[in-house]
């Protein structure tokens, strides 16, 4: 069997079309995740109704999980030496900061009673989407000065 | 296991508090072991700030068999197995001819509704505390005294999650987590198959977080008393699971009806009446994760219609910032309790001594057993202590009586639960993780270690 990693058969090429998709989908999907946690955050930040933290805390795993997933597919790309090129250098630097204040932010949702929201937890989910935001503008400036010097 | 601990300040700008939790989690290796539990024994005990932590402190033992041990006893006193081979004993009652019944027991499975309840499930399955409980209680009838029940037979079956038992007359009443149901008993009885009669419910499912019923009837035999602990640590499951729970009530023999005769008390696992002074006393489990030496659990005389603080509060009037609304009006109300036992103890029985067989130094105190928690390192309890009383009021530090639950290396070999004197005067103790009843006795009274 040949292991030629130039190889062009049917299902290596199902593989490649898998992998350029897979990633950006589990990233975006975390960050909605994250995004949701903010909101719910609020919201019990204002009624003090316990559900909503229930929410905030299965959001934000739910996120680390996806996360733990594209951190698997990206280290796979890696690996094989074909960088994806989905992910601007400042988006990356962003998320894996998000998404390490996230991991975080599980454990202080996982207080009981309010101190698992505030101040903490609602301090920390904001600030995992503002530096998502700050990620994405500053990658947007960067991609376009790239693709504005080639 | 270490924790990360973040000082817990309302005023500490928020940038600044994460950056010590960023720089926390660097810090994975500090030590959060808690301080010298005797400090913690009797009125008034210091109790240091408050913390919060990202992995609150726990220490799970190891479980380990008994084999040919047993527990440990000062001089003056012996110990050995009443019985063994139950389903997770829970608590003890002696009727009045000397039959001792064994509670075995467990609570329902707990819901998860929060990723950290898987964690804790594997916790309490790690230190075997998740067994199934037999739902039954065991008669065992020592007629000769010799500390070996010459029968045993299945007595009542098919409860649901039982714990307090009471018996007024010829009216046996078993505490289920949702209700009490009465029985006829007649004396001698080895066995009822007679249905029950529901007197009230109590507070059960669907989370019933705090599941034990301790229950003790008045000294007339016209009220039963019942400890309903809390739906949650620290009204995590908001505080509408928490109606008429974290209280004692009271209920009329007559008619089922009840009242709350005392509240804000966390988890009250165990009851008694103080002999000089007629007074309801109780054990009270105390909150968790705000830190290895918070809160002390307590022994405390019973007001009618006090409050004690939980949850917005916790020895008297400190305030929980974990509780949201606060209740100023209830704080402001809260009083502290009589005795504390030091924190994480998990006292889940007592008994008042009015036996004669121990040594006199035992007589009119309380024994408290220390069922131990994880919820703590160094680990605190896994013991059954003597809190010497006069006047009716504790006169002196607890002492250990039954210690070597755990064994050299920290591993439990048993957790002491209910607590009963039987007709001869002996201590004895439920074990419901060495799944054994032991029996505790003066040197020279007779039993079958003497063979």
């Known amino acids: ?68 997933f594209a951190v698997i597919a990206f ?26 204040l996230s991991l975080i932010n599980a454990f202080v949702h996982s207080r009981d009673g309010y101190t698992a929201v505030v101040p903490t937890g609602l301090t920390l989910s904001a600030l995992t989407i503002i530096i998502l935001l700050i990620g994405a503008w500053v990658g947007s400036v960067y991609r376009y000065r790239i693709g504005a010097s080639i | 296991m270490h924790a990360v601990k973040i000082a817990h300040s309302m005023k500490r700008p928020r940038l600044a508090s994460l950056v010590v939790a960023v720089a926390g989690l660097g810090l994975a290796g500090c030590d959060n072991g808690g301080g010298d539990p005797s400090k913690q ?10 913390q919060q932590f990202l992995v609150p402190p726990i220490k799970v033992a190891k479980v380990v068999a008994w084999g040919q041990e047993t527990p440990t006893v000062p001089a003056g006193l012996q110990v050995h197995a009443f019985a063994t081979g139950f389903e997770h004993p829970r608590s003890l009652y002696t009727l009045p001819n000397g039959d001792v019944l064994v509670v075995e027991s467990n609570g329902p499975k707990a819901p998860i509704y929060r990723p950290k309840d898987i964690v ?7 230190a075997g505390a998740t067994a199934e409980g037999g739902n039954r209680i065991t008669l065992l009838r020592d007629t000769n005294g010799d500390g070996v029940p010459e029968l045993r037979t299945v007595f009542l079956d098919r409860l649901n999650s039982p714990f307090g038992v009471a018996l007024v007359g010829h009216d046996l009443y078993v505490a289920n987590t949702d209700g009490i149901v009465r029985y006829p008993y007649q004396d001698g009885q080895t066995s009822i198959s007679a249905p029950g009669t529901k007197l009230t419910d109590l507070p059960g499912g669907p989370i019933d977080h705090h599941w034990t019923k301790s229950m003790v009837a008045s000294p007339d035999g016209s009220k039963l008393y019942v400890g309903v602990g809390s739906n949650s640590n ?31 008390l966390r988890n009250p696992t165990g009851l008694a009446w103080e002999p000089v002074t007629g007074k309801l006393w109780a054990v009270v489990n105390e909150r968790d994760e705000i830190g290895p030496d918070l809160v002390p659990d307590y022994l405390t005389s019973v007001r009618d219609g006090a409050f004690y603080g939980w949850p917005y509060s916790y020895y008297g009037q400190h305030l929980d910032p974990r509780v949201q609304p606060q209740r100023p009006d209830l704080v402001a ?29 035992y007589h009119g105190g309380a024994f408290v057993s220390e069922h131990g928690s994880w919820d703590r390192t160094p680990l605190n309890g896994y013991k059954v202590v003597f809190v010497p009383f006069s006047g009716g009021r504790p006169s002196g ?12 290396s920290n591993q439990a070999r048993g957790r002491p639960v209910g607590l009963a004197v039987d007709r001869s005067g002996a201590l004895l103790v439920a074990d419901d993780l060495g799944d054994t009843v032991w029996r505790v006795s003066s040197n020279g009274s007779p039993t079958a270690s003497n063979n």
Request: hydrophobic share 50%.
């Open chain 1, 1 to 68: 069997m040949t292991t030629d990693s130039t190889s062009t058969s049917p299902d290596r090429m199902d593989l490649t079309v898998g992998r350029q998709a897979i990633l950006p989908l589990l990233v975006a999907f975390s960050i909605a995740c994250f995004a949701g946690a903010l909101v719910t955050d609020i919201v019990y930040w204002q009624t003090v109704a316990v559900t909503w933290e229930t929410f905030s805390i299965w959001l934000i795993t739910a996120g680390l999980i996806l996360a733990g």
């Open chain 1, 75 to 100: 280290v796979i790309d890696f690996v094989r030496g074909k960088r994806g090129r989905t992910l601007a250098l400042p988006y990356a630097v962003g998320y894996a900061l998000a998404v390490l």
């Open chain 2, 41 to 50: 024994v009797g009125a008034n005990p210091p109790l240091p700030a408050l």
């Open chain 2, 120 to 126: 804790q499930s594997w916790v309490t399955w790690y």
């Open chain 2, 234 to 264: 620290i009204t995590e499951n908001g505080i509408g699971a928490e109606y008429e729970r974290a209280a004692i009530w009271e209920v009329d023999r007559a008619s089922g009806a009840h009242r709350i005769f005392a509240s804000g």
């Open chain 2, 333 to 361: 109300t809260a009083i502290p309790p009589d005795y504390a036992l030091s924190s994480h103890v998990a006292p889940l029985g007592v008994a008042m001594y009015a036996g004669t067989n121990l040594p006199p130094s």
């Open chain 2, 397 to 408: 530090p607890a002492q250990d009586v039954v210690t070597g639950f755990l064994d050299a």
